[in-house]
């Protein structure tokens, strides 16, 4: 089977930088996905990663190490926007997609 | 571009009802996907199709849902019949590939 891990909860004041961590276990990885999901709303894709390494887009990035299976999302510059729910998911050959438990992210002024 | 168009957006039955959720994926987008997502919980995953042939269904309730694209476009979803636990938003996303979802608003179901 697959499982994923994240912090259920991450508080950060305004212009701070956060870091959202996700172990994961399964075989035939293949990738891992981010999204971003606001109360009430749909999850919205902020990225992806399949080799190792940092993908930078704007004020988020992603990290991945694919022999530790484990990866991040680093969010810098925080704005009060960006309190939401944050799903690491992963993907895998002969498996479904599968989605983390979720972190929720609280961004005090 | 046009979104993943989802309704209704919200739903109210009691249990031991019927009820179907519909799905308009993103023009071109041949992989759809219907996710159940629990209040406090990721989505998950109960069925993927590739066109119009199921990829993965492994975590739909069989007895109880079913769900088809006709044509390899539109997609329902039913629930036949309801139970209290089926309680939940059904997301629809629909992709060109696995790595990028595009998620439709959702229907939220109550079940009483």
């Known amino acids: 089977g697959q499982s994923l891990e994240q912090p259920s909860e991450v508080t950060a004041v305004e212009g701070a930088i956060v870091q959202i961590n996700c172990t994961y276990q399964?075989?035939?990885?293949?990738?891992l996905s981010w999204y971003q999901q606001h109360d009430g709303g749909a999850p919205t894709f902020l990225s992806y990663?399949?080799?190792?390494g940092l993908e930078e887009t704007g004020r988020f990035s992603s990290f991945l190490s694919r022999s530790d299976s484990y990866g991040y999302l680093l969010l810098q510059e925080l704005q009060m926007k960006d309190s939401a729910s944050y799903f690491c998911?992963?993907?895998?050959?002969?498996?479904?997609?599968?989605f983390g438990p979720g972190t929720r992210l609280s961004v005090l002024p | 571009e046009a979104g993943v168009a989802q309704s209704p957006r919200y739903k109210i039955i009691e249990k031991r009802q019927s009820v179907a959720f519909w799905c308009n994926p993103i023009?071109?987008?041949?992989?759809l996907y219907w996710y159940q997502q629990i209040l406090g919980q990721g989505p998950k995953l109960l069925i993927q199709f590739q066109n119009n042939g199921v990829v993965d269904d492994s975590q739909l309730p069989k007895d109880r849902f079913s769900a088809e694209r006709l044509k390899g476009v539109d997609s329902t979803l039913k629930i036949q019949p309801a139970k209290l636990e089926d309680s939940a938003v059904y997301l629809c996303a629909s992709s060109l590939e696995d790595n990028e979802q595009f998620f439709g608003p959702g229907t939220r179901l109550t079940v009483l």
């Open positions: 990663n399949a080799l190792d």
């Open positions: 998911a992963v993907g895998a050959h002969g498996q479904n997609f599968v």
């Open positions: 023009s071109g987008h041949a992989t």
């Open positions: 399964t075989s035939g990885f293949y990738g």
